[in-house]
Protein backbone atom coordinates (compact mmCIF):
# COMPACT_ATOMS: atom_id res chain seq x y z
CA UNK A 1 0.00 0.00 0.00
CA UNK A 2 1.03 3.65 -0.92
CA UNK A 3 0.41 5.84 1.50
CA UNK A 4 0.96 9.88 1.26
CA UNK A 5 0.96 11.73 4.75
CA UNK A 6 -0.62 14.78 3.96
CA UNK A 7 -0.17 17.98 5.86
CA UNK A 8 -3.17 21.16 5.30
CA UNK A 9 -3.00 24.25 5.87
CA UNK A 10 0.70 25.68 5.05
CA UNK A 11 0.70 29.12 4.81
CA UNK A 12 -1.65 29.69 7.92
CA UNK A 13 0.94 30.41 10.65
CA UNK A 14 4.46 30.44 10.43
CA UNK A 15 4.51 28.13 13.32
CA UNK A 16 2.26 25.64 11.50
CA UNK A 17 4.59 26.65 8.37
CA UNK A 18 7.55 25.26 10.66
CA UNK A 19 6.15 22.00 12.02
CA UNK A 20 4.85 21.07 8.20
CA UNK A 21 8.83 21.87 6.77
CA UNK A 22 10.22 20.37 9.22
CA UNK A 23 8.02 17.26 9.05
CA UNK A 24 8.43 17.13 4.89
CA UNK A 25 12.26 17.57 5.71
CA UNK A 26 12.26 14.39 7.78
CA UNK A 27 10.15 12.34 5.64
CA UNK A 28 7.01 11.93 8.29
CA UNK A 29 5.01 13.87 6.39
CA UNK A 30 4.63 12.95 2.49
CA UNK A 31 2.80 15.78 1.02
CA UNK A 32 1.81 19.21 2.20
CA UNK A 33 -1.21 20.97 0.85
CA UNK A 34 -0.55 25.18 0.25
CA UNK A 35 -3.13 28.19 1.07
CA UNK A 36 -2.40 30.65 -1.91
CA UNK A 37 -4.54 32.92 0.04
CA UNK A 38 -3.60 32.91 3.97
CA UNK A 39 -1.93 35.49 6.05
CA UNK A 40 1.40 33.48 6.37
CA UNK A 41 1.46 31.78 2.33
CA UNK A 42 4.60 33.87 1.28
CA UNK A 43 6.20 32.49 4.36
CA UNK A 44 5.48 29.00 3.39
CA UNK A 45 6.65 29.48 0.42
CA UNK A 46 10.13 30.85 1.07
CA UNK A 47 10.27 27.84 3.05
CA UNK A 48 9.33 25.81 0.09
CA UNK A 49 12.07 27.09 -2.10
CA UNK A 50 14.57 28.09 0.73
CA UNK A 51 14.21 24.09 1.81
CA UNK A 52 13.87 22.56 -2.08
CA UNK A 53 10.59 20.81 -1.28
CA UNK A 54 9.17 19.31 -3.99
CA UNK A 55 6.06 17.57 -2.90
CA UNK A 56 2.99 20.31 -2.68
CA UNK A 57 -0.72 20.68 -3.82
CA UNK A 58 -2.98 23.08 -4.15
CA UNK A 59 -5.37 23.62 -1.23
CA UNK A 60 -8.22 25.18 -2.71
CA UNK A 61 -10.42 27.31 -0.26
CA UNK A 62 -13.83 28.89 -0.47
CA UNK A 63 -14.42 28.99 3.43
CA UNK A 64 -11.58 30.91 5.10
CA UNK A 65 -10.10 34.70 4.73
CA UNK A 66 -10.94 36.49 0.95
CA UNK A 67 -11.30 35.13 -2.46
CA UNK A 68 -8.10 36.21 -5.05
CA UNK A 69 -10.43 37.48 -7.38
CA UNK A 70 -11.72 40.77 -6.77
CA UNK A 71 -15.02 40.61 -4.43
CA UNK A 72 -17.58 41.90 -7.67
CA UNK A 73 -15.87 38.55 -9.48
CA UNK A 74 -17.62 36.56 -6.91
CA UNK A 75 -20.25 38.59 -4.77
CA UNK A 76 -22.19 35.06 -4.17
CA UNK A 77 -18.88 33.64 -2.37
CA UNK A 78 -18.40 36.28 0.13
CA UNK A 79 -19.90 38.57 2.74
CA UNK A 80 -20.57 42.43 2.75
CA UNK A 81 -16.78 42.59 3.90
CA UNK A 82 -15.56 40.59 1.32
CA UNK A 83 -14.70 37.92 2.68
CA UNK A 84 -15.50 33.87 2.24
CA UNK A 85 -18.78 32.85 3.57
CA UNK A 86 -19.02 30.35 6.05
CA UNK A 87 -18.03 26.79 5.55
CA UNK A 88 -21.41 25.15 6.63
CA UNK A 89 -23.64 27.28 4.40
CA UNK A 90 -20.97 26.26 0.97
CA UNK A 91 -24.16 24.17 -0.63
CA UNK A 92 -26.63 27.08 -0.25
CA UNK A 93 -24.38 29.87 -1.61
CA UNK A 94 -21.91 27.78 -4.23
CA UNK A 95 -22.65 28.70 -7.77
CA UNK A 96 -20.60 26.55 -10.60
CA UNK A 97 -19.56 29.60 -12.64
CA UNK A 98 -18.45 31.92 -9.70
CA UNK A 99 -16.69 28.58 -8.02
CA UNK A 100 -14.75 27.46 -11.31
CA UNK A 101 -13.40 31.06 -11.56
CA UNK A 102 -12.10 31.70 -8.37
CA UNK A 103 -10.47 28.00 -8.23
CA UNK A 104 -8.87 28.47 -11.50
CA UNK A 105 -7.55 31.75 -10.01
CA UNK A 106 -5.77 29.92 -7.21
CA UNK A 107 -4.41 27.44 -9.22
CA UNK A 108 -2.85 30.11 -11.44
CA UNK A 109 -1.67 31.75 -8.27
CA UNK A 110 0.19 28.65 -7.01
CA UNK A 111 1.70 28.67 -10.57
CA UNK A 112 2.68 32.04 -9.70
CA UNK A 113 5.02 31.43 -7.44
CA UNK A 114 7.42 29.04 -9.06
CA UNK A 115 6.17 26.01 -8.11
CA UNK A 116 4.66 22.65 -9.67
CA UNK A 117 2.19 21.46 -7.92
CA UNK A 118 1.51 17.21 -6.90
CA UNK A 119 -2.33 17.56 -6.56
CA UNK A 120 -5.70 19.42 -5.76
CA UNK A 121 -7.27 19.27 -2.44
CA UNK A 122 -8.98 21.81 -0.20
CA UNK A 123 -9.65 23.01 2.56
CA UNK A 124 -13.47 22.13 4.47
CA UNK A 125 -15.91 19.82 2.83
CA UNK A 126 -16.17 20.60 -1.11
CA UNK A 127 -17.72 17.23 -1.41
CA UNK A 128 -21.25 18.31 0.39
CA UNK A 129 -21.71 20.65 -2.86
CA UNK A 130 -22.29 19.02 -6.40
CA UNK A 131 -21.65 22.56 -7.91
CA UNK A 132 -17.98 22.97 -6.28
CA UNK A 133 -17.23 19.03 -7.15
CA UNK A 134 -17.60 19.80 -10.57
CA UNK A 135 -15.75 22.85 -10.83
CA UNK A 136 -13.04 21.25 -9.03
CA UNK A 137 -12.60 18.14 -11.19
CA UNK A 138 -12.98 19.83 -14.64
CA UNK A 139 -10.23 22.15 -13.29
CA UNK A 140 -8.12 19.03 -12.27
CA UNK A 141 -8.53 17.32 -15.46
CA UNK A 142 -7.50 20.73 -17.27
CA UNK A 143 -4.39 21.17 -15.15
CA UNK A 144 -3.71 17.05 -15.51
CA UNK A 145 -3.71 16.87 -11.47
CA UNK A 146 -4.64 14.01 -8.85
CA UNK A 147 -7.14 14.77 -6.16
CA UNK A 148 -8.18 14.44 -2.70
CA UNK A 149 -11.66 11.96 -2.27
CA UNK A 150 -12.61 11.86 1.07
CA UNK A 151 -15.89 9.70 0.13
CA UNK A 152 -16.93 7.06 -2.16
CA UNK A 153 -18.89 9.12 -3.95
CA UNK A 154 -16.20 11.96 -4.85
CA UNK A 155 -13.64 9.25 -5.73
CA UNK A 156 -16.29 7.48 -8.27
CA UNK A 157 -16.75 11.20 -9.36
CA UNK A 158 -13.08 11.36 -10.39
CA UNK A 159 -12.69 8.30 -12.00
CA UNK A 160 -15.36 8.87 -14.33
CA UNK A 161 -13.77 12.48 -15.52
CA UNK A 162 -10.52 10.43 -15.97
CA UNK A 163 -8.85 12.30 -12.85
CA UNK A 164 -6.12 10.38 -10.64
CA UNK A 165 -6.92 9.93 -7.29
CA UNK A 166 -6.51 7.57 -3.92
CA UNK A 167 -8.16 4.20 -3.31
CA UNK A 168 -8.50 5.27 0.20
CA UNK A 169 -8.76 8.49 1.97
CA UNK A 170 -8.37 8.48 6.14
CA UNK A 171 -9.18 11.30 8.88
CA UNK A 172 -9.00 8.65 11.56
CA UNK A 173 -5.75 10.16 12.63
CA UNK A 174 -6.99 13.67 12.79
CA UNK A 175 -10.44 12.91 13.98
CA UNK A 176 -9.33 10.20 16.43
CA UNK A 177 -11.82 10.52 20.09
CA UNK A 178 -8.23 9.22 21.49
CA UNK A 179 -6.35 12.36 19.96
CA UNK A 180 -3.32 12.10 17.31
CA UNK A 181 -1.62 9.39 19.10
CA UNK A 182 1.27 7.08 17.62
CA UNK A 183 -1.32 4.56 18.52
CA UNK A 184 -3.93 5.37 16.48
CA UNK A 185 -1.09 5.44 13.63
CA UNK A 186 -0.08 2.13 14.88
CA UNK A 187 -3.69 1.19 14.27
CA UNK A 188 -3.99 2.53 11.03
CA UNK A 189 -0.66 1.31 9.79
CA UNK A 190 -1.52 -2.70 10.40
CA UNK A 191 -4.87 -1.82 8.88
CA UNK A 192 -3.12 -0.66 5.41
CA UNK A 193 -0.36 -3.26 5.63
CA UNK A 194 -2.00 -5.98 3.54
CA UNK A 195 -3.81 -3.59 1.45
CA UNK A 196 -3.29 -2.76 -2.46
CA UNK A 197 -3.70 0.82 -3.95
CA UNK A 198 -3.42 3.78 -2.51
CA UNK A 199 -4.34 6.06 0.28
CA UNK A 200 -4.30 9.48 1.98
CA UNK A 201 -4.20 10.26 5.77
CA UNK A 202 -5.25 13.66 6.28
CA UNK A 203 -2.99 15.34 8.85
CA UNK A 204 -3.28 19.36 10.72
CA UNK A 205 0.40 18.82 12.09
CA UNK A 206 2.24 22.48 13.31
CA UNK A 207 3.25 24.73 15.91
CA UNK A 208 0.63 26.48 17.57
CA UNK A 209 1.88 29.81 18.64
CA UNK A 210 -0.47 33.19 20.00
CA UNK A 211 -1.35 34.18 16.27
CA UNK A 212 -2.06 30.68 15.21
CA UNK A 213 -4.92 30.55 17.88
CA UNK A 214 -6.70 33.77 16.43
CA UNK A 215 -6.67 31.63 12.94
CA UNK A 216 -7.94 28.45 13.87
CA UNK A 217 -9.81 26.29 16.79
CA UNK A 218 -7.82 22.90 16.24
CA UNK A 219 -5.11 23.30 18.61
CA UNK A 220 -3.82 19.35 18.16
CA UNK A 221 -1.66 20.31 15.50
CA UNK A 222 1.40 19.82 17.95
CA UNK A 223 0.52 16.35 18.85
CA UNK A 224 0.01 14.95 15.33
CA UNK A 225 3.20 16.01 14.60
CA UNK A 226 5.09 14.45 17.54
CA UNK A 227 2.76 11.89 17.09
CA UNK A 228 4.13 11.42 13.19
CA UNK A 229 7.52 11.82 14.25
CA UNK A 230 7.92 8.98 16.74
CA UNK A 231 6.06 7.08 14.96
CA UNK A 232 7.97 7.13 11.61
CA UNK A 233 11.17 7.08 13.47
CA UNK A 234 10.47 3.93 15.63
CA UNK A 235 9.30 1.95 12.10
CA UNK A 236 5.66 2.28 12.07
CA UNK A 237 5.35 2.85 8.26
CA UNK A 238 8.16 0.50 7.10
CA UNK A 239 5.54 -1.75 6.20
CA UNK A 240 4.17 0.34 3.86
CA UNK A 241 5.62 3.01 1.05
CA UNK A 242 5.69 6.10 2.09
CA UNK A 243 4.81 8.53 -1.23
CA UNK A 244 3.36 11.80 -2.74
CA UNK A 245 0.73 12.49 -4.55
CA UNK A 246 2.63 12.29 -7.71
CA UNK A 247 3.64 8.46 -7.19
CA UNK A 248 0.03 7.29 -7.49
Known amino acids: MKLIINAEDFGLSKSINKGICEGLKAGFITSASLFVNAPFTDDAVRLIKENNLTSIGVHLNLTYGKPVLKQEEVKGLTESDGSFHYMCSMPFYAKYDEV ?72 DFHESYSGPTKQKLMDIAA ?58
Open 100 to 171: KKELKAQIEKFLSFGIKPTHLDYHHYFYSSSEVMQAFLELAKEYDLPVRSMTDKTRQMANDFGVKTTNMFLS
Open 191 to 248: FLKNKNGSCELMTLPGYIDEFTVTQTNYLGREQELLSLKEAFLSGVFDCLELVDFSKI
